[in-house]
């Protein structure tokens, strides 16, 4: 009795110690992720006073919301916001789609020269961007199909500034870390067990419908993944956005264009005329930047979530 | 009667592997339509002498290996810093996947306030495209040439992770424990890193959470009535069912080294550009291509030995 009550005791003390350290971990690795992110909200309160005074570090004298609203005007923060969303849902969208269904081509079907497009995978992954830029870059400066438009049209197309590049671009598997994706989606399906499947083939069920009444429903968490990441890069994405839109506004764009000139005020305060303090508006609209994605996060995360645990899967 | 049976037996599985063509056709649409064309151009600026027009397009003249030559020999940096890349390149490999299973088997255990932090989590994987980092560094160029005082505001992510003491943990464990040098510069880096180590893991947590949230309960729970415990539970059923994964993550550690704000090599790569020497930029770029298929190709061939897949046939 009394060896069964100590035994409990030691259980439990190992718990709460287990317990204990798991968070200290987590609220430690949190604290690393958060500080430069506190950093900026607290700078983003701040005056020009208070960022000139040394003996105001985190908490501002007299809170103002200048930064936001001059941040937000100057660099048109709405107009790039709503730009941002609509390319990065479409994209994510249609980046998910293609992508799953190139990943399970690729995951359970047997063909010729299948090992051959994965092996083109791969280099798209492994390719550094900066090899295919330039010649990107002239290809859709001067679209052309085989020669096809030139003879309809008279001359090659002009598709820098449109939409074009990027649905084209992801319609074909070939987006911003497409292959990344394409590659995430197979190894998936190849873990994923091929009894429903066949189950389904034995039910009569075709290919497609198989496809999308089986397979899509129960790999709802990786679809989601996938989307997730899809849609946030093409929000932060400086590399593509700079290339392809330079006079469609979208955040990064506008974010990397800073705010050089402004808070030209610090001559008061013995500065010369013109010179930059600009770190707490590029850090005031960095955060605008990046508060829209983490509350979609926050949002799809419960989904994703809750997905996994009505559905059961899987084993 | 058997020939016909024989005949319709071919024809389902040409069926399949015509399904298959069509689910990957976007891609070979796609890799018909330019991106052979772009590879090919790329290679082709390499070995050519590029200048740009007024009117548009573009004029090439042959110079054959001589950007190579250039980029290797001539080039002041492009060599050392390729190598550093490179080197960092496999220590992240080390650390990272490592680093980023053990946080996602945390994030993944029933714990109150779990979708917060994992939403805390998600935060690197926003910023790995690296854009605010870019703007901040923008910020500091500008500042230095100002040459403001401003305090303490212009502390940086480098500066944060400082803030860890690691050099008389590093004494003791060198004195006391005597582990060897080699792994100690690994952990050393690691732990003086460990701001870049969590920003580099974000994707990959993602992706390991993701794997760990596929495996069904009933297998842990089959293995602890069969009197497993947690430890054999973890490398029997945790490590198989993720080692699909656990190759991903290799991979996509090492495509992103290649994005990452502050490689170098992409650096010097951007800036020929810039400076509209076109060949320097594809040699320089398609050296440093070919050290890095070499490294995916030795970690697959070594990685793939130890994944487990639930339907190998």
Same mark, same amino acid.
């Given at each position: ?5 100590? &035994? ?36 983003? /309160?701040?005056?020009?006073? +208070?960022?000139? +005074? ?58 010729? =020269? ?46 820098? +500034? ?13 987006? /911003?870390?497409? =292959? ?42 990786? &679809?989601?993944?996938?989307?997730? /990441? ?6 932060? +994405? ?5 290339? /392809? ?41 960095? &955060? ?18 809750? =997905? ?8 | ?23 990957? #056709? ?147 464990? $060198? ?91 992409? $650096? ?8 509209? #020497? ?36």
């Amino acid at each position: 009795m009394n060896i069964l009550k100590k &035994l409990r005791l030691f259980k439990n003390t190992r718990k709460v110690v287990l317990t204990a350290f798991q968070y200290i971990i987590l609220i430690g690795l949190c604290y690393y992720i958060l500080s430069p992110i506190f950093l900026k909200i607290s700078m983003s /309160f701040m005056s020009e006073n +208070d960022l000139l +005074d040394k003996l105001v570090v985190y908490i501002p004298r007299k809170i103002t919301f200048w930064n936001y609203k001059t941040a937000a005007s100057y660099r048109s923060y709405w107009q790039g916001l709503f730009n941002t969303f609509t390319i990065s849902t479409c994209a994510g969208v249609i980046q998910m789609m293609v992508c799953t269904f190139i990943g399970y081509g690729l995951a359970r079907f047997e063909f010729k =020269g299948k090992s051959l497009i994965m092996l083109v995978v791969f280099l798209t992954i492994i390719t550094p961007p900066m090899t295919y830029q330039t010649p990107m870059y002239l290809f859709f400066r001067y679209f052309d199909v085989f020669g096809l438009i030139k003879l309809i049209h008279g001359s090659a197309i002009n598709l820098i +500034d449109s939409f074009w590049p990027l649905f084209i671009l992801s319609i074909t598997g070939f987006g /911003f870390k497409n =292959g990344v994706y394409i590659y995430m989606m197979r190894q998936y399906f190849r873990g994923f067990p091929a009894e429903l499947e066949e189950a389904a083939y034995v039910d009569g069920s075709g290919v497609f419908r198989t496809f999308f009444v089986v397979i899509l429903p129960n790999a709802k968490a990786m &679809l989601v993944t996938i989307f997730m /990441f899809a849609f946030a890069w093409q929000w932060t +994405d400086t590399l593509y956005s700079t290339m /392809f839109f330079s006079k469609i506004k979208t955040l990064s764009n506008l974010l990397s264009m800073g705010f050089e000139g402004m808070m030209v005020a610090g001559r008061e305060l013995g500065l010369k005329g013109g010179q930059p303090l600009t770190i707490a508006l590029t850090g005031t609209y960095s &955060l605008m930047v990046i508060i829209p994605l983490i509350l979609i996060y926050i949002v799809v995360q419960r989904q994703v979530t809750e =997905g996994i645990e009505r559905s059961g899967i899987v084993g | 009667m058997s020939k016909a049976k024989k005949k319709k037996g071919v024809s389902l599985a040409a069926k399949k592997a015509r399904m298959g063509w069509v689910f990957v #056709s976007p891609f070979v649409v796609g890799f018909f339509l330019f991106f052979i064309i772009l590879i090919g151009r790329s290679v082709g600026f390499s070995f050519m002498d590029v200048t740009m027009d007024q009117g548009g397009g573009y004029s090439t003249k042959w110079v054959g290996t001589s950007n190579f030559y250039y980029m290797l020999r001539v080039h002041q940096y492009y060599t050392e810093q390729m190598l550093w890349s490179v080197r960092d390149m496999l220590l992240n490999l080390a650390v990272v996947p490592l680093f980023s299973l053990f946080v996602a088997m945390l994030l993944n255990r029933k714990i109150k306030g779990r979708g917060l932090f994992r939403a805390i989590f998600f935060i690197p994987v926003i910023l790995a495209t690296g854009i605010i980092a870019k703007a901040d560094a923008l910020n500091n160029i500008r500042g230095a040439f100002s040459n403001l005082d401003m305090g303490e505001i212009t502390t940086t992510a480098e500066e944060m992770s400082s803030a860890f003491n690691s050099e008389s943990l590093m004494f003791y464990l $060198k004195n006391v424990f005597r582990f060897s040098p080699k792994i100690m510069e690994i952990v050393e880096n690691a732990i003086s890193n460990i701001y870049g180590v969590i920003n580099d893991s974000g994707v990959q947590i993602l992706i390991f959470l993701s794997g760990l949230q596929s495996i069904s309960p009933s297998l842990y729970e089959a293995a602890a009535i069969e009197g497993c415990s947690k430890w054999e539970s973890f490398w029997k059923i945790t490590v198989p069912m993720v080692s699909p994964m656990i190759l991903v993550n290799f991979v996509y550690t090492i495509a992103d080294s290649f994005t990452k704000y502050n490689n170098n090599v992409m $650096k010097i790569i951007q800036e020929e550009i810039l400076a509209n #020497s076109y060949g320097y930029a594809s040699a320089g770029a398609w050296i440093y291509f070919g050290i890095i298929a070499a490294v995916v190709i030795v970690v697959m061939l070594i990685a793939s030995k130890f994944v487990f897949y639930q339907n190998r046939e």
